[in-house]
């Protein structure tokens, strides 16, 4: 594969310059131009056939929204939203994913740097380089018209399921909790994706599961019938005091070049749980939780991971798998009643 060629669609020119300065840093990457709106930007794709588009939200003359309706429409290829993402923010990008969006990326702020960002952007920009958009569109609507078969789980003590995602791992995440009983094992997630985004996630999950979703507090405990998301830019860790598990939240710099970090969350469930552990990886660019997966399974762990056909993009979980951490490789819907099997041995 030859450079990514990338249009940058923001209605700031700064934004648009420093973008441009900073993603034509990296080798692999060529800037082939950048619109200030979305009318711009259509004569653009279809002057300069770009592989990727990094698109803001709120613009002028057209929203990114109705954009990338219209694109995905006529025009499909792999959009990275990249927006200033406040909370009303967080509810828009979520639904920019359910419109197509590959990604997700907040904006440089306070409490994330230019130089971060960047790093992010850029490997975002190479994951959605590889995404098969038509195969993602088939995809997503497999999994919105499937109904999940509730399953069923006898009692637990003491059992935890860590599951790590990145690109395409909201409809992923979604596939597996809502097929999740009202009794399931504590579970602890880290997906990749930034600030507020989290919150409107886990929000969305809750309504649509019989478990608990929610973005997780900093000691929030890890009981039978809840899901913690941790929150973007931010890691998360699982603790334990006697026999009861619970959640750090903490920031710090990026691990594995993100911000929340599967590893850093795997390695602690590793050191904490151990054999009570039940560990996940799903579809994602990267490398980004092999290494703590293989942790959880030399800890006693039981591991598996997401296969090639159902994933948006067979990295994290390959990755995994190449470094001995995996015990089962599995379609997506077939990762749920596995996971429960697991959580069920003594």
């Known amino acids: ?26 080798p692999d990457i060529d800037v082939i131009g950048a619109a200030p709106d979305p009318y711009v930007a ?14 803001d939200i709120e613009m002028p003359r057209m929203d990114g929204i109705t954009f990338l309706r219209k694109l995905m429409k006529h025009f499909p290829l792999p959009v990275i939203i990249f927006s200033s993402l406040t ?21 440089p702020n306070v409490a994330y740097s230019v130089g971060d960002a960047t790093v992010e952007l850029i490997d975002k920009i190479k994951a959605a380089a590889r995404v ?98 941790a929150p973007g830019n931010y890691h ?29 969350l795997f390695k602690s469930v590793a050191k904490y749980a151990g054999k009570n552990a039940v560990g996940a990886i799903l579809t994602g660019m990267g490398a980004d939780g092999a290494d703590g997966m293989k942790v959880m399974k030399d800890a006693g762990a039981f591991n598996v991971a997401q296969d090639e056909a159902s994933c948006v993009v067979y990295g994290m979980p390959k990755e995994a798998v190449d470094r001995g951490g995996v015990d089962n490789v599995l379609p997506l819907l077939k990762i749920p009643r596995k996971l ?3 959580a069920a041995r003594r």
Do not use: W
């Open 132 to 229: 098969d958009i038509r195969k993602r569109q088939e995809q997503s609507l497999t999994f919105q018209k499937s109904r999940p078969q509730r399953l069923s789980l006898t009692a637990t003590t003491n059992k935890v399921i860590a599951v790590g995602a990145s690109t395409g791992g909201t409809e992923a995440l979604s596939s597996v909790l809502r097929a999740m009983p009202a009794n399931a094992p504590g579970i602890v997630i880290v997906q990749h994706m930034p600030e507020n985004f989290t919150k409107a996630f886990a929000q969305r999950l809750n309504e649509a599961c019989e478990i608990e979703v929610r973005e997780a507090r900093n000691g929030d405990r890890v009981i039978p019938g809840l899901a913690l998301i």
């Open 87 to 107: 909370e009303r923010g967080g509810e828009l990008a979520l639904e920019a994913m359910e419109c197509g969006a590959v990604e997700v990326m907040s904006k």
């Open 1 to 26: 594969m030859g450079k990514v060629r990338v249009l940058i669609v923001d209605d700031s020119a700064m934004v648009r310059n420093v973008l441009t300065r900073e993603l034509s840093k990296d």
């Open 42 to 55: 259509r004569d653009k794709i279809v002057e300069l056939k770009p592989d990727v588009i990094t698109l």
């Open 236 to 264: 998360m860790l699982l603790k334990r005091s006697g026999a009861t598990y619970y959640v750090g939240i903490k920031s710090g710099p990026l691990v594995s070049r993100h911000r929340p970090s599967v590893n850093v």
């Open 340 to 342: 429960l099997e697991l």
